[in-house]
């Protein structure tokens, strides 16, 4: 299977900025949907980011739109996650995902181990 390892998690002030970074391995990185997810303490897992192969598709779930962007670089077989004007309520584990299914499935079956994020008020 296809191997995911995130970092840049780390600690930043409210208003600050973050950028995550995914490596996959093992398998072909083309032809896959990558997605962002975080989860707080206490919460269930929430879907943040997608992005489409091509890039030619994303959506970001409302309470990051405008603040993060999702990108990849499929010659590195990395996916991205820059993060700006983060608040508190950002604080969370982020795990890069990945699907081998079409875009409208997005079925995630791959998982990285997951980098911190917390925004300190």
């Known amino acids: 299977q296809v191997q995911l390892e995130e970092s840049g998690g780390g600690l930043v002030q409210t208003g600050g900025s973050l950028r995550l970074s995914c490596v996959a391995s093992s398998l072909p990185f083309t032809n896959t949907v990558m997605g962002w997810f975080r989860q707080a303490p206490g919460k269930e897992r929430e879907s943040v980011a997608a992005?489409?192969?091509?890039?030619?598709?994303?959506s970001y779930a409302p309470s990051v739109k405008g603040r993060f962007t999702i990108s990849r670089d499929n010659a590195k077989n990395s996916a991205y996650l820059q993060m700006y004007s983060l608040k508190p309520e950002d604080t969370a584990t982020y795990y890069c995902?990945?699907?081998?299914?079409?875009?409208?499935?997005?079925?995630?079956?791959?998982w990285g181990q997951g980098t911190q994020v917390t925004v300190s008020s």
């Open positions: 995902a990945a699907s081998l299914t079409s875009w409208s499935e997005r079925q995630f079956d791959y």
């Open positions: 992005i489409s192969w091509s890039g030619s598709f994303t």
